[in-house]
């Protein structure tokens, strides 16, 4: 399993970014697909998850009505449109594999590396 983000990098509040994630080795379109985000000195944070097909999607509070996410199954790719950036969006983003059982407890079994994003003005 590889999952490679891009797409990260220093934005002014109030800006947009569109992360991305390469995904391969194993069947993209068989898994809940997600993002997780770390800022400095704290621990993981759920941001978002979307179903197999691309139906159904679920936000964190903190995120809702100004993140997208959204998946290509042709190209095992995950996007994360992020508009109206916050300072405390500021963390290192992480692409995260959802197995179907363990998508009700937010529980990822594959994360990637991450892509740095930082809101300053």
């Known amino acids: 399993v590889q999952l490679v983000e891009s797409g990260g990098g220093m934005v002014q509040p109030g800006g947009s970014l569109r992360l991305s994630c390469a995904a391969s080795g194993f069947t993209f379109s068989s898994y809940f697909m997600g993002w997780v985000r770390q800022a400095p000195g704290k621990g993981p944070e759920w941001v978002s998850f979307?179903?197999?097909?691309?139906?159904?999607?679920y936000y964190a509070d903190a995120v809702k009505g100004r993140f997208t996410i959204s998946r290509d199954n042709a190209k095992s790719t995950l996007y994360l449109q992020m508009n109206s950036l916050r300072p405390e969006d500021t963390a290192l983003y992480h692409c995260?594999?959802?197995?179907?059982?363990?998508?009700?407890?937010?529980?990822?079994?594959?994360w990637g590396q991450g892509t740095q994003v930082t809101v300053s003005s």
């Open positions: 979307i179903s197999t097909g691309g139906g159904n999607t």
């Open positions: 995260a594999r959802y197995p179907r059982d363990w998508v009700r407890l937010k529980k990822y079994d594959y």
